[in-house]
């Protein structure tokens, strides 16, 4: 049996659909799957001993023409037909997966359905489903997909990196100084939505602690992006202590070498924080506008696929190795950009740093 799984969304979204490459590979007939993603999100998938292949969308290129680009698209649809998929399974709700996999040419295609939903769709999908009611992690919504086929009962997210990768982390960091011994604790304090990130005079102060009180090596990352590396340049000027900057040096397998290198990941709701809850390093991380009911760390383990682990709505929530914080306010999580979509978050510029570093102190301990 062939099976075609789509996820076209972002590197976090794609790292949190392994777990049903794991579920389908308990099959007594395992299948061969095989994932079709955007580009630059394939490094959350490959590598999985489950997974036999990872594709990407082609993508229209800098001065290509229409034409060209469309015949290369169909060139595409070709390869994929000649895979001759038995089931393909479309996570997401747009139109886009739906439509490929009726292309693909399997009998059998799984994907969501609105309960008023346009006629043409209807017609993509031999096996419509309805998301579920309620709150529930994103990875659960996720296996909710192949529960006609298993119903997975040992649910881990897991990210694979090579030996090559870690030694390549190992020597930057003997590069910035690390002596190999201090024990590390990976900050990763940026988002590519600000409005998740806390304030920078704040994040100094944990770092300051983290460094001189508990003596841990700090070792912040962040993407190549202008803007994220700026905000590490600021927050390393507010540090009296000197953290280790590998912002925007690092591939994602990479990121997850740091992370595994470490005693404990800290950050703000991102892809990285859910890289480490994936190597099983204990995470802990603050949440404002965004629920951690369905992007909390996932806690690898969990069993319960009718059960959402609950990280509650607001507060301190610890769940195996994993913390989430947030603030109290009766507004949190509210959804949005920010209060009432200004990109500021007063629920995490009034989130205090004793608070944090309380609930690290006693995970480290």
């Known amino acids: 049996m062939k099976i075609l799984i789509m996820k076209f969304r972002n590197i976090g979204d794609v790292l949190l659909t392994s ?7 308990t099959l007594s007939d395992k ?19 489950d997974i036999h292949s990872v594709l990407t969308l082609p993508e229209k290129k800098n001065g290509e023409k229409k034409i060209a680009f469309l015949l290369r698209q169909l060139a595409f649809i070709k390869t994929i037909r000649s ?15 739906l439509i490929l996999g009726w292309l693909s040419g399997a009998k059998r295609r799984i994907g969501y359905l609105k309960k008023q939903e346009k006629w043409w769709r209807k017609q993509l999908v031999t096996e419509p489903y309805t998301e579920r009611q309620g ?29 090559q990768d870690k030694q390549a982390v190992i020597e930057k960091l003997k590069q910035a100084g690390w002596d190999g011994k201090q024990p590390l604790i990976h900050v990763h304090p940026v988002s590519r939505w600000f409005f998740k990130c806390w304030r920078d ?3 100094a102060q944990l770092i300051d602690h983290l460094q001189q009180e508990l003596n841990y090596q700090i070792v912040l990352t ?15 000027t507010l540090c009296q202590t000197q953290p280790i900057n590998l912002g925007g040096q690092l591939s994602l397998k990479q990121m997850g070498s740091l992370s595994a290198l470490a005693k404990l990941f800290f950050g703000v709701d991102s892809a990285p924080m859910h890289i480490a809850a994936a190597v099983d390093t204990p995470v802990v991380a603050i949440f ?26 607001r507060g301190i929530s610890n769940i195996r190795k994993h913390s989430v914080i947030r603030h109290d306010l009766e507004c949190v999580p509210c959804g949005q950009a920010g209060c009432n979509n200004t990109k500021i978050s007063k629920c995490l510029n009034n989130l205090y740093p004793n608070i944090i570093i309380g609930t690290i102190t006693s995970l480290l301990k």
């Open 222 to 236: 962040s993407a190549p992006d202008t803007r994220e590396l700026g905000k590490l340049a600021d927050i390393i």
């Open 201 to 203: 005079d704040y994040m």
């Open 31 to 49: 299948p061969e799957v095989t994932f079709l993603v955007k580009k630059g999100t394939e490094e959350m998938l490959t590598g999985h001993p």
């Open 83 to 97: 895979q001759h998929f038995d089931i393909s399974i479309n996570t997401t709700e747009g139109d886009r997966g």
């Open 19 to 25: 777990p049903m490459a794991s579920g389908l590979a």
């Open 135 to 163: 709150k529930f992690h994103t990875v659960l919504r996720n296996l909710d997909l192949i529960r006609s086929l298993i119903t997975p009962t040992d649910i881990q997210v897991s990210f694979h990196f090579t030996a």
């Open 288 to 313: 404002g506008p965004s629920g951690a009911f369905d992007w909390g760390p996932w806690p690898n383990g969990w069993t319960q696929i009718n059960n959402n682990p609950d990280f509650g709505d």
